[in-house]
T-cell receptor, first 115, second 110 residues
Framework: NAGVMQNPRHLVRRRGQEARLRCSPMKGHSHVYWYRQLPEEGLKFMVYLQKENIIDESGMPKERFSAEFPKEGPSILRIQQVVRGDSAAYFC?????????????FGPGTRLTVL | DAKTTQPNSMESNEEEPVHLPCNHSTISGTDYIHWYRQLPSQGPEYVIHGLTSNVNNRMASLAIAEDRKSSTLILHRATLRDAAVYYCILLIQGAQKLVFGQGTRLTINP
């Protein structure tokens, strides 16, 4: 059973470009979470999605950031007009449901560098 | 979100037991205690979780105080591969997001 997959693993963008980060959850998991880890800092929750629905985006910056989890295909975290402060590791996690006992399984992350 | 307090760093020797403490004095009755760890340059990895009783799995043991205001993650025989940042997280049933603190950076000496 393949784990959570993220691609690309490394992404370099110039200021003002768009970044698209993809996450394929574990088989059978319908809940996806995105977290961001700035250099030398802890992980911060960004958004929680179920298939075709955004459930909680309380951690997502109001501008330039968006996320989707379509019926078919991976979840996408999209950052428009990137700035240097967006440079970070972005981790995706998935779980089968949302009970307190459920484990979140994390992907290897996408490391975004904005030049 | 209920808060947890962990030491910033700990150090231990290979093949010795490691006890990683976590204080959560504001825990409520429905909060589960989860532990994750993050190895260098990797995503977080689930370690163990519990509610009231002590728990064991192949990775570690979780000892929960009777009043649930603190817990201890126990690595019975540390290896170099256990060097990581360990996060203690409270999760209420039905909650969606993990709230990561600073965690404890564990160093294992050969």
């Amino acid at each position: 059973n393949a784990g959570v997959m993220q691609n690309p693993r490394h992404l370099v963008r110039r200021r003002g470009q768009e970044a698209r980060l993809r996450c394929s959850p574990m088989k059978g998991h319908s809940h996806v979470y995105w977290y961001r880890q700035l250099p030398e800092e802890g992980l911060k929750f960004m958004v929680y999605l179920q298939k075709e629905n955004i459930i909680d985006e309380s951690g997502m910056p109001k501008e330039r950031f968006s996320a989707e989890f379509p019926k078919e295909g991976p979840s996408i975290l999209r950052i428009q007009q990137v700035v240097r402060g967006d440079s970070a590791a972005y981790f995706c996690a998935s779980s089968p449901s949302i009970q307190g006992t459920d484990t979140q399984y994390f992907g290897p992350g996408t490391r975004l560098t904005v030049l | 979100d209920a808060k947890t307090t962990q030491p910033n760093s700990m150090e231990s020797n290979e093949e010795e037991p490691v006890h990683l403490p976590c204080n959560h004095s504001t825990i409520s009755g429905t909060d589960y205690i989860h532990w994750y760890r993050q190895l260098p340059s990797q995503g977080p990895e689930y370690v163990i979780h519990g509610l009231t009783s002590n728990v064991n799995n192949r990775m570690a043991s979780l000892a929960i105080a009777e009043d649930r205001k603190s817990s201890t993650l126990i690595l019975h025989r540390a290896t170099l591969r256990d060097a990581a940042v360990y996060y203690c997280i409270l999760l209420i049933q039905g909650a969606q997001k993990l709230v990561f603190g600073q965690g404890t950076r564990l160093t294992i000496n050969p």
